[in-house]
């Protein structure tokens, strides 16, 4: 029993060690560039419908329920009219438009495509020389890149190129992937409306000025991608994965986490160093800002919750039993322990034997550290929005269902249960990145409302506060937090 013991002791730290290198290396890879030959290179309808089965038949596969949302019926009407209308060769970026529409009726996050060599692409390209803020289908320019100066951030847009934005936004949506409408709106927000030019290759925008409510009508040029991260870059310069200040009342601690990627052996490092000068510090009160956290690997919401509780995390997951996912699974494993059989391998025993298209329910514990003498005793505030997904929300719904602190903002753009754990693969021919969830996450409470993590204090950000670089959310939460303490002292 202790060979036994020592051998899986031995396994796991090899697992661990390995764990973070292999990311790196898979991260390179997905991000290679292509050649501008290979993105131009076209395929038969032969080959491009030979790409759709086998996206199709992994999807199936691995998805615990891919019709979940969109009946099957549904989908495979809308692929047979896909079908249809392939009858030339399409270079790989033609066939991804089709493509991004035929998966989007999935409203799955973690289930799509991604165009290969995105940013290079997306830096040679033009754009709506705009960043704007999407909210319900309407649209206000919070900085404004076109070189017309008339055009004063916080203007409202009504029409750009004779076509209502709400329309526009309409087909932006019904062409993405997500649960929830305000998830894709964000997703826009973040790189930029996708609008098709005028025939003079610009924009002509009908617009609300801010400053005296009247319409106008001008005409703009779009600008490059590499113009465009430049100008976000001067005027939004990008923060850290994770950083930590406090306030100069010396009471307010603030813990920025906008990812759960990358080294996890640095972001431990990073709490550890935080908390304890938290504690040194005696801050009595944590705003914790999770607002642009996309998500990641679930063990960095662990690490982060391990200092604000010793308590048991439970939760269940349903996974989905394939082919593709033994192999995944094995690909985590040491090459030099991947001998062994999956039976025998910590945490594979409850799957590895039942077979393929079987769902499997698991009883997730996950024990908190129980004697951490940095843990944080003070009031919790935690900052979430739609922008907040995926391993984000897992912070989110452990703080929220354990009672661990007050959420202040927005409904979260990722769903409080629901699907993930990405199986990554490549369309045979066109090579186009596919990406498929493989299981269904239930939170603790084992609420499964199609909603995200709601706010104990809905809070959005103003657009007059936006132009003026105010953090409206950021800004309650200290009111917030001076006014319960200037309560808690009239009543002591």
Known sequence: MKTLKLFFAILLFAVLSEWMPRACMCSATAERQETLSELEKQYSPEELKEDLDFMFKTMEDVHPNLYAYTAKSVIDE????????????????????KVCSLVAPFKDGHTGVSFPDFMNTYRQEKHFPFDVRIKNKKVHIIFNY?????IEPG????????????????????????????????????????IKRGPDDGYEIEFILRSDGKRYTRKVKPITGTFLCEMREKNRPKKKDYSYHALSDGAIGIIEVRTCKGNLRLFKRFLKRTFARIKNDNISHLIIDIRENGGGDDVFPYALIGYLTDRTIVRRVDV??????????????PQLFRWVPGRLIPGFGEIWGKPNGSVVSVEIKTKMPRNNPLRFRGDVHLLIGVRTFSAGCTIAFIIKDYKLGTLIGEETGGLATGYGNVYSFNLPNTRIECRVSSKYFVRPSGEADGRGILPDYEIEQ????????IDTVMEFAKELILSNRNQSKNDN
């Not at 076109?146 to 008339?150: A, L, T, W």
């Not at 709400?166 to 826009?188: D, M, P, Q």
């Not at 039993?321 to 494993?333: A, P």
């Open 78 to 97: 809308k692929r047979k009219q896909l079908e249809e209308e392939i009858t030339h060769p399409l270079t790989p970026k033609q066939f991804y438009g």
């Open 155 to 194: 203007s409202e847009l009504l029409f750009v190129n004779g076509v209502s934005v709400a329309e526009i936004i309409t087909g932006l949506i019904k062409n993405h992937n997500a649960e929830r409408e305000r998830y894709t709106e964000s997703v826009y927000e973040h790189w930029g409306l996708s």
């Open 320 to 333: 989905k039993v394939s082919r593709q996912g033994r192999e995944q699974m094995k690909r985590g494993v």
């Open 462 to 469: 103003d657009i007059d506060d936006a132009v003026a670089g």
């Open 146 to 150: 076109s070189g017309d100066d008339f």
